[in-house]
């Protein structure tokens, strides 16, 4: 079961989007330099479907939807995932996942348009540095193409 603390609506996490960020909880990969800690335990309310589809229906104007961690149920992201594109075939739909690697599946290519991958490493900075460890990944033409430039201030 997934546990959501809160949302916000964000410019910066998918380039091009307007963004319905959901700060997902029990996050299991800890990492040491995290800047959300409190999402470690296992904290607020459980994210259904019903509970998306209030979220979504609340934000109208967004174009997309980023689950933030859910690294303790991926299959519940993926079904949630699906669930948004039945419902909201126009809305896109991202994951931002801690783990260093996401094993693609063919669900992963129907449900989710973008995939951010990577514990944050302190010393590589986030997205925005080319230094980085962390990589997003959008979809185009059944299979994920690393768009991690976009954040840099150069676009190479």
Not at 9 to 14: L, N, P, S, W
Not at 23 to 47: A, Q, R, T, V
Not at 50 to 56: P, R, W
Request: contains cysteine; negative net charge.
């Amino acid at each position: 079961m997934l546990k959501y603390t809160d949302t916000e609506i964000v410019f910066r996490e998918i380039p091009d989007e307007i963004t319905l960020a959901i700060n997902i909880s029990g996050c299991p990969i800890h990492c040491p330099d995290c800047h959300s800690k409190e999402l470690w335990d296992d904290i607020g309310e459980k994210l259904t479907e019903e509970t998306v589809k209030d979220l979504i229906d609340k934000n109208p104007g967004i174009t997309c939807v980023s689950f933030m961690g859910g690294d303790n149920d991926p299959k519940e992201i993926l079904i949630l995932a699906g669930i948004i594109k039945i419902y909201y075939p126009n809305i896109k739909v991202a994951w931002y996942s801690g783990r260093k690697t996401v094993s693609v599946s063919a669900i992963h290519l129907l449900c989710l348009d973008y995939i951010k991958t990577g514990p944050f490493i302190k010393e590589k900075g986030p997205l925005d540095n080319p230094n980085t460890n962390q990589h997003l990944y959008m979809k185009e033409e059944n299979k994920y193409v690393d768009i991690t430039y976009k954040f840099w201030t150069n676009g190479t």
